[in-house]
């Protein structure tokens, strides 16, 4: 498999048995997901958000803690979409949008909880900020966003230990030397991770509160924040 010239057309070819990749290529998968499903809102049928939804894991996740009223699922892949609301659908509605991030636009104070999974890495820093941005005004008061990332740029003097850590996770996982050979070209082409204090800066720039590490292990992490009530 290699590597297609465009990110969605990457995640289109990655949609087919995405699960059982990403969790022998992420280390720690499951408890990124689980992490990043960690709803704690006031209201009782919350409105959500799933950024880079992918097949739709996260928002199944959800769906074992709560009602929600409905989920929307943002994300460039086609693909990725179909899945997603082919699993939640008969359980919730759903509305896809299929939109680049750098590009979705909501109404103000839409949602009770917007979950990034995996997802923001894709974009470059002020990108990032310009959707943490956009995502504060989204949210209604007292709304949160978990972060489930990769958090390290790639100039950070631990990269290298980083990698070799991630290679040898994956290759324990049963990741074979040609899919390791696309991890990193998708790595190289649309990865863009930032360091922790750089997210922490721009949440915290934007007006967030509560900033919490809901899970750590080595550079993969998940953070939570909330819109001030
Ligand atoms: C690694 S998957 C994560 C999927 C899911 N959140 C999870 O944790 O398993 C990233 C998803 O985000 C989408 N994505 C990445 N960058 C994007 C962007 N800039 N705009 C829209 N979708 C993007 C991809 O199509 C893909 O479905």
Not at 45 to 62: C, F, Q, R
Not at 147 to 171: G, N, P, V
Not at 194 to 201: I, P, R
Request: charged share 25%; net charge negative.
């Amino acid at each position: 498999m290699s590597i297609k010239p465009t990110l969605a057309e990457e995640f289109d070819q990655l949609a087919e048995e995405y699960t059982d990749k990403i969790r022998r290529w992420v280390p720690h998968y499951d408890h990124l997901v689980r992490h990043a499903a960690s709803i704690h809102v006031e209201a009782s049928s919350p409105k959500i958000l799933d950024v880079g939804a992918g097949n739709g894991n996260v928002s199944m996740t959800i769906l074992e803690r709560c009602s929600p009223h409905s989920i929307t699922l943002l994300d460039a892949s086609e693909d990725m979409l179909r899945l997603a609301s082919a699993r939640l659908s008969p359980s919730v509605e759903v509305f896809n949008v299929k939109s680049f991030f750098q590009e979705a636009r909501f109404e103000s104070c839409q949602f009770d909880f917007i979950c990034c999974s995996l997802a923001l890495h894709h974009l470059v820093v002020d990108d990032k900020r310009s959707f943490l941005m956009r995502a504060h005004d989204w949210l209604r008061p007292s709304g949160q966003i978990t972060i489930a990332d990769l958090i390290i740029d790639k100039q950070d003097s631990d990269h290298y230990r980083l990698l070799e850590e991630w290679e040898a996770y994956a290759k324990m996982k049963g990741t074979t030397e040609d899919e390791w050979k696309h991890v990193m070209e998708h790595y190289e082409a649309y990865d863009r991770p930032d360091n922790l204090s750089t997210h922490w800066q721009i949440l915290q720039d934007l007006g967030y509160v509560k900033l919490r590490v809901l899970f750590k292990q080595s550079k993969w992490m998940v953070l939570s924040a909330k819109k001030p009530s």
